[in-house]
């Protein structure tokens, strides 16, 4: 089965604070990319992150940064001193090698951070 | 700057009604799709389309039907609208590395 879980349905934060979204994933093919989007209260997902299945390396763009481990099938996304402005629901999700370009979405994690 | 433009951001219809769905990408890419988003089930792949006049079946793609005559637009068809349509509907194009998504529609049907 090719399939995402995001087992956080809601997370709520005061701002300042670290917050990890989790993402655990399930494919049969040795070759996948993983994605997390971004998607605001204006509706419109925004590309936030693209990782090949053969680079494990861990990445950091400012205060977010992304956990790609194959032993466990996660590629977790922590948001570091967290603002209003990253309220919003993130979406993990996975293109397999043998599904074309059919992305397959997690069913999202909505992130509150309070002032 | 990129763009997907989907026609409508809000849409009210009436069950049995043909609706149509409009998306138009600037981006020259080849590859569009038709997501459907309800809570709790993230985003469900309805459609999706690799070339003009090619369509390919996605996860649910009963009760619709898609168009691609030019390959900027992709249309998303429900051919008579039934209340379990009400959702969030995300059309999307891609290069190889990313999705691009549209604003969405929020259709209802009552």
């Known amino acids: 089965a090719q399939k995402v879980t995001q087992a956080q349905t809601e997370i709520s934060v005061v701002e300042k604070e670290d917050v990890t979204l989790d993402c655990v994933y399930e494919?049969?093919?040795?070759?996948?990319?993983l994605f997390w989007y971004k998607q605001p209260p204006s509706g419109e997902l925004v590309f936030l992150i693209r990782?090949?299945?053969?680079?494990?390396q861990n990445e950091i763009s400012g205060r977010y940064s992304w956990n790609f481990q194959k032993s466990t099938s996660s590629f977790n996304f922590t948001i570091t001193a967290s603002q209003v402005v990253d309220s919003a629901v993130y979406f993990c999700?996975?293109?397999?090698?043998?599904?074309?370009?059919?992305?397959?979405f997690g069913a999202g994690t909505r992130l509150f951070v309070k002032a | 700057d990129v763009k997907v433009t989907q026609s409508s951001r809000y849409l009210v219809k009436r069950t049995g009604e043909k609706v149509f769905l409009e998306c138009v990408q600037d981006?020259?890419?080849?590859?569009m799709f038709w997501y459907r988003q309800d809570p709790g089930l993230g985003l469900r792949l309805i459609y999706f389309?690799?070339?003009?006049?090619?369509?390919e079946k996605g996860d649910i793609p009963e009760g619709y039907s898609v168009s691609r005559e030019k390959k900027e637009r992709f249309s998303l068809i429900l051919e008579s609208a039934s209340t379990n349509q009400t959702s969030m509907y995300l059309c999307?194009?891609?290069?190889?590395?990313?999705?691009?998504f549209g604003s969405g529609t929020q259709l209802s049907v009552l």
């Open positions: 494919t049969r093919d040795t070759t996948y990319y």
């Open positions: 999307a194009s891609s290069t190889h590395e990313k999705l691009f």
């Open positions: 981006m020259d890419h080849e590859n």
């Open positions: 999700a996975l293109i397999p090698n043998t599904g074309g370009f059919k992305t397959i």
């Open positions: 990782r090949n299945s053969f680079d494990e």
């Open positions: 389309s690799y070339d003009v006049k090619m369509k």
